[in-house]
C-alpha cells in the first residue's frame, strides 16, 4: 500500500522546518468520543487531547463578541410632521408621523396612545399606513387608529412590508373634527417590529 504524505507550510513563507517544505506521513484517523456535559475527547496515536465545549454564553456569537445574524422585536418611534402630535383649532388639519429606518425592519404592531383636552375633542383619528410608497391597508380610506393602535386592542397584529434601511414609514393622520377653542387632542404615534441585528 502507497504511503499517503501531506505538505506542511505557511502561507507567507515560514516553513515547519528549516531547511524547507516538510513532508511527513498522514496521521491516522481521529477516533471522536463524546462525554457529555464535559468535553470532546479526540484519541490520536495513544494521546489523548481535550477540546473544551463552547460555553453558555457565547451561544449565537461566531466568535468572542461576534454575533451571529439574528432578529429581534423592537419599537420604532415615529415623529409628527408639526413636532408637537397636537390637533387644535387652529393647527394643522393632518399630521403625519415618520421613522426612518437604520436597519432591515419589518413592522408588526402599530401602538398609539392619545390624551384629549377640553369638551370639543372629541374627533377620531383617522390614519394610513405607508412603508415607503406602499399603502399597507386594503382599501385608501384611513382606519381609526386609536381603535387598531390601541394598547390594549386584541388580534390587531399586522405584517407590514420588511423595508431596508433608508425607508420611511408614515402614518398621516386627520381627525374626523378638529377641536375647539383652545382644546387639543395629542397622539404619539410607534411600531413594534422585527429587526435584523
Known amino acids: 500500500m502507497a504511503r499517503v504524505f501531506e505538505v506542511v507550510g505557511d502561507v507567507m513563507g515560514d516553513d515547519d ?4 517544505l516538510l513532508l511527513q506521513p498522514k496521521a491516522a484517523p481521529q477516533k471522536m468520543v463524546y462525554n457529555p456535559g464535559v468535553a470532546r475527547s479526540v484519541q490520536q496515536t495513544g494521546v489523548s487531547q481535550i477540546m473544551v465545549q463552547r460555553p453558555n454564553w457565547r451561544d449565537g456569537q461566531l466568535a468572542p463578541g461576534v454575533m451571529a445574524p439574528d432578529e429581534g422585536m ?3 418611534g415615529l415623529t409628527p410632521s408639526n413636532g408637537t402630535g397636537i390637533f387644535a383649532a ?13 436597519k432591515p425592519y419589518r413592522a408588526e404592531r402599530l401602538l398609539v396612545s392619545v390624551s384629549r383636552a377640553g369638551t370639543s375633542a372629541t ?9 415607503g410608497v406602499d399603502l399597507q391597508q386594503a382599501t385608501l380610506q384611513g382606519i381609526d387608529i386609536e381603535v387598531f393602535g390601541s394598547p390594549t386592542a386584541f388580534g390587531t397584529r399586522l405584517t407590514l412590508m420588511q423595508a431596508p ?7 398621516p393622520v386627520t381627525p374626523t373634527a378638529l377641536p375647539a377653542n383652545a382644546d387639543t387632542i395629542f397622539a404619539a404615534v410607534s411600531f413594534s417590529g422585527r429587526v435584523i441585528h
Not at 17 to 20: F, I, K, R, T, Y
Request: cysteine-free; hydrophobic content about 45%.
Open 74 to 76: 423592537v419599537p420604532l
Open 90 to 102: 387652529a393647527g394643522p388639519q393632518q399630521i403625519t408621523w415618520s421613522g426612518q429606518l437604520q
Open 165 to 171: 434601511p433608508g425607508v420611511i414609514l408614515q402614518v
Open 17 to 20: 522546518a528549516p531547511g524547507g
Open 123 to 131: 374627533g377620531r383619528l383617522l390614519g394610513q399606513i405607508f412603508v
